[in-house]
């Protein structure tokens, strides 16, 4: 389980670059809406990149990579990864929106990244949200 929690958080991030290269992709077969069906494992998550729980290692990477990959819309993003991030964000703006405003807050204080994923993704009409 814990290995199914770090790969959600490096997916969402992609933890691990080099500057001119893409993310790793040893994340890429991550089950990310098991994750997100499962309250316990996306609070977590939610929590570790708040800085509201604990973290593993592979979580504090992917902190440092959250203002990137909003910035950039995720570029250095494997098509895989940005597919999952997508869901991600997707889930939360729907379904978590409280949350969704802490990691705005937190990560894009000016709203200058999110506002654009908040617009796009407030538009899906059908959301499978979990309890």
Not at 56 to 74: F, M
Request: proline content about 2%; glycine content about 2%.
């Amino acid at each position: 389980m814990k290995i199914v929690i770090i790969s959600l958080l490096a997916l969402a991030a992609a933890v691990i670059a080099k500057p001119e290269e893409q993310y790793t992709d040893r994340y890429d077969n991550t089950n990310v809406e098991e994750i997100l069906s499962n309250k316990r494992m996306r609070t977590s998550y939610i929590k570790c990149v708040l800085q509201k729980g604990p973290c593993t290692k592979e979580g504090n990477e992917l902190k440092s990579h959250i203002k990137e990959a909003l910035r950039t819309d995720c570029g250095k993003c494997t098509e895989v990864q940005k597919k999952w991030i997508k869901r991600v964000f997707e889930y939360l703006i729907n379904c978590e929106p409280e949350y969704w405003k802490q990691l705005v807050e937190k990560y894009d204080t000016n709203n200058e990244y999110s506002k654009k994923h908040e617009e796009d993704l407030k538009k899906v009409k059908v959301v499978q949200c979990y309890e």
